[in-house]
C-alpha cells in the first residue's frame, strides 16, 4: 500500500538480538543519558527572586496616564468602553469645578473608571481608541485574588503616582514604555 | 545470685544500648535526607531544581514533608481488619530497622580503656540472620494490602510478595558463592577478609550484578517496584493509609534503601575499608579512633554512592511489565546465579 504521508514509518518487529535481550547495555546507555542531564543547564527561572523580562510589546494591567504636571489625561469620553470587545470598561464622567485645573487635565474627567480584569482579554484596543493618551497597558499582568470583587479594578488601582509628588513610584510604574 | 548480677557487664550493656540507639537516629536521619535527595537527583535528571524552598537548597525539606504527614487526618477504613492495618507499616518499618544490627559500622573505637565494637552483634550467622529479617519485610506489605480490604491493595500485595519470593532466591544463591569463598557467614569477618587480600566484587563480578538486581526488586525500588505501581494499582499496597502510617512505609522503603546499601557494601565493597590504604598500618600512625571515624566515614561514602545508584535507577529505567518480572527472575536471575554458584564452587576446590 502506499503510504500517505513521507513520514510514515514501519514499525520494527524483528525479533531481538541476543545483545538486545541482555538488556544491560541499553540500560548503561539509557544511564549515561540521566547522569549526563544532572550537568545541564537548567531552565528553570527562581520566579519571586527573579523575572523574566517582558517583551517592550506585552500587554499586561491597565494604567491611567498622567500628563507632565499630574494631572488627569483622561477626559472620559467612552471611546475606550466603546472599542473594548470585552465590555470590561466603565466609567461615569463628571465636570470639572473651578479650582480643580491642578488635578484634571481637560473639562470632563472620569468621576470613576472601572475595568474588570476577569472580563478584559488584554487586546489593547483601548489604548488605540484613547485619543488622550490617558490609558496604556502596562508590563504587569494580573495578580491572584481571592474574590471577584478584587479583580474589579477602580481608578485608586488604576492611576499611575503623580509624577511631581512622587516621581520614584512614576518611573517605576512607567517602565520601559513611552 | 547478687554476684551474677554484679559479675554482668554492665557497661557492656549500656555500649549497646547506645549504639542502637545511635544506628537508628542515624538511620533515620539518613532515611530523611534520602527523601530529600531522591528529589533533588530526579530534577537534576530531569532538568530541574528540585525542592529549594525550605531552607537553603532545600535542605529543611525533609522536616517540612515530615510536619505535614503529622498533620494529615489518621483515616483507618471501616471495612478494614483494624489490628493488621496498625500492624502492617510498623512491621514495615521493624523489619527495615533490624537489619542493621549485625552490619560492622567501623572496626572498633578505644575508649575508657575498653574496645568498643561498632557492631550492634557480631553474630556468626549474620547473613542468615539479614536473609530472615528481610524476608519478613514482605509482611509489611502483605498486611498493609490485606487489611486495607481494597482489591488493588490485595493485588498490590500479591505483587510483592510474589516478586520478593522469586527474587530472594536468586539473592540466596549469589550469596552462597560468596560463602564459599569467605567461608564465613560473620559479616565482620567478611569484612577482614576483604581487608587482608581483595574486595569481594573483584572475584564475585556476577554474583554482585545479581545481589544488586535482587537487592533494588527486595526494596520495592524502580525498575521493580510493581507493588506500588503509581499508573496501574493507584499507589498498592499503601492506598489506604494516610498520615504517618503512610510515612512509615515510604520511611521504611528509605531505610530498606539504606541498610541493603550498606549490606552491598560490606559484602562486596569492602565494608569499612579504607581503598587503597592498610588500615593496621595506618592505626599505629595515627591511632585507633582517628582510624575508626575514618572507616565509619569510608563505609558511609560507598553508602552514599549506592543510594544514588539507587535513585539514578530509578529516574533512568521504566517499571517491569509483571511477565517480564517473573521471566527476569525465574529465566535468567536463578540460571545465572546457579551457574555462578557452581563456577565458584569448581574453582575454589580446584584451587584447593
Known sequence: MQPLTSRAKAVDRKPMTMWEKMYLPAIAKGMS????????????????????????????????????QGRERCTACGLCAVACPAEAITMEAAERLPGEENLYREEKYAAKYEIN?????????????????AIYLSET?????????????????LLIPDPVTQPEEYAKAKGQRH | MHLTLLAFD??????????????????????MYETWGERKVAAFMQDRRGPNRAGPGGILQPLADGLKLFMKEEIVPLSSSRFLFVLGPGLAMLTAMM?????????????????????????????????????????????????????FSLLAAIRGASQIISYELAMGLSIIALLMISGSLSLRTIVEQQQAHYYY??????????FLICAFAECNRTPFDLSEAESELN?????????????????????????????????????????FVNDATLAQHIGQNPVAILQIVSLFAKIIIFIFFFMWVRWTIPRFRYDQLMKLGWHVLIPLALFNMLATGAIVLWRG
Open chain 1, 117 to 133: 480584569m476577569l472580563r478584559c482579554i488584554f487586546c489593547g484596543l483601548c489604548e488605540e481608541a484613547c485619543p488622550k493618551d
Open chain 1, 141 to 157: 499582568f494580573a495578580p491572584s485574588n481571592y474574590t471577584r470583587k478584587g479583580f474589579i479594578y477602580g481608578k485608586d488601582e
Open chain 2, 10 to 31: 554492665w557497661a557492656l550493656l549500656l555500649e549497646k544500648a547506645v549504639l542502637i540507639l545511635i544506628i537508628i537516629s542515624v538511620s533515620l536521619l539518613v532515611a
Open chain 2, 99 to 151: 537489619t542493621s544490627a549485625v552490619v560492622p559500622w567501623s572496626s572498633h573505637f578505644h575508649l575508657w580503656g575498653r574496645d568498643i565494637s561498632m557492631q550492634i552483634a557480631d553474630v556468626n550467622i549474620g547473613i542468615l540472620y539479614i536473609f530472615g529479617v528481610v524476608s519478613m519485610g514482605v509482611y509489611g506489605i502483605m498486611i498493609g494490602g490485606w487489611a486495607s480490604n481494597n482489591k
Open chain 2, 201 to 210: 566484587v573483584l572475584v564475585q563480578p556476577l554474583g554482585f550484578l545479581i
Open chain 2, 235 to 275: 499507589m498498592g499496597y499503601h492506598l489506604e493509609y494516610s498520615s504517618m502510617k503512610l510515612g512509615f512505609y515510604l520511611f521504611a522503603e528509605y531505610v530498606n534503601m539504606f541498610v541493603s546499601s550498606a549490606v552491598m557494601a560490606t559484602l562486596y565493597w569492602g565494608g569499612y575499608d579504607i581503598p
Open chain 1, 33 to 68: 543519558i540521566t547522569f549526563g542531564h544532572m550537568f545541564k543547564k537548567k531552565p528553570t527561572v527562581n520566579y519571586p527572586e527573579k523575572q523574566r523580562p517582558f517583551s517592550p510589546v506585552f500587554r499586561g494591567l491597565h494604567v491611567l496616564n498622567r500628563d507632565e
